[in-house]
């Protein structure tokens, strides 16, 4: 069975609540009725509740960038994946490159974060990639499969079924570079390769390896008609509704 696509906005630090709405207010009748793939916004986590208002009779998801892996407790300014669920998040990003670039997100807190997601019943999308400069000293196969086998490590291939992965190589975030489709299918082999010995070769077959890094209206058609690409992770081009759309229907 084809794999169904997810395409996943990523609104990083954008938009206040009342921003969220406005963009829903355009962005929905946009895609109505656009039921090839899936679709996910995520916006700060103020803009929560807002976003799940304006997408509640839509098929749109709504998901958070990040959550800590405790149910609760003294952890001043972090957010858990039960309070996630309960405003009607269904997704939630875990490490972003920008989380283990600006705030010390590593391989193991990833860890704990994606089994605190999974037990929780949030659709986590694991962020890896590799920067600049590992790609330029031959090191991106090493750097991918590290971060694949500390992300899944101790995760049942049972618990595990909900998992996206998304594919970011950091040196095409916010740069306009983008990986050719060529590039990211290479990448991709190698996340399900990983996926395929943590978890078996069902859910391997069935996990979906999003593209993220410069995806625009203009480049998504390319990249999305690569059997090992299922879907996009949008950062910069899905803070616009129409630039969205477009990616969406692309
Ligand atoms: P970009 O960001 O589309 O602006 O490159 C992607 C991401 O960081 O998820």
Redesign the pocket.
């Known amino acids: 069975m084809p794999r169904k696509k997810l395409m996943a906005a990523?609104w990083?630090m954008y938009k206040t609540p009342d921003q969220a709405r406005d963009f829903f207010r355009e962005f929905l009748p946009l895609v109505a009725g656009h039921s090839r793939d899936e679709i996910a916004v995520c916006p700060p986590f103020v803009d929560l509740p807002a976003a799940i208002g304006s997408a509640k009779d839509s098929k749109i998801s709504i998901g958070a960038q990040d959550m800590y892996w405790e149910k609760e407790g003294a952890f001043t300014g972090e957010i858990s994946a039960g309070m996630l669920l309960a405003v009607g998040c269904t997704h939630v990003?875990i490490g972003?490159?920008?989380r283990r670039q600006y705030f010390g997100e590593t391989d193991d807190t990833v860890n704990l974060k994606l089994k605190a997601a999974l037990e929780a019943g949030l659709i986590p999308i694991v962020?890896v990639g590799e920067v600049l400069e590992e790609r330029e000293a031959g090191l991106t196969e090493d750097v991918l499969r590290r971060q694949c086998l500390r992300a899944f490590h101790a995760i049942s291939g049972k618990k595990a079924a909900k998992l996206v992965v998304?594919y970011?190589p950091v040196w095409?975030?916010?740069?306009g570079k983008t990986a050719t489709p060529q590039l990211a299918t290479e990448a991709h082999s190698l996340i399900r390769s990983e996926a395929a010995k943590a978890f078996g070769e069902t859910l391997a077959d069935n996990l979906r390896i999003l593209y993220?890094?410069?995806?625009?209206p203009d480049n998504v058609k390319s990249l999305m008609s690569e059997k090992e690409i299922d879907g996009a992770?949008?950062?910069?081009?899905?803070l616009d509704p129409k630039s969205f759309a477009a990616i969406v229907k692309y």
Do not use: D, Y
Not at 212 to 216: A, P
Not at 233 to 238: D, P, R, T, V
């Open positions: 990523n990083k990003i972003h490159s920008e962020c998304a970011e095409a975030i916010g740069t993220g890094g410069s995806v625009k992770l949008i950062g910069g081009a899905s």
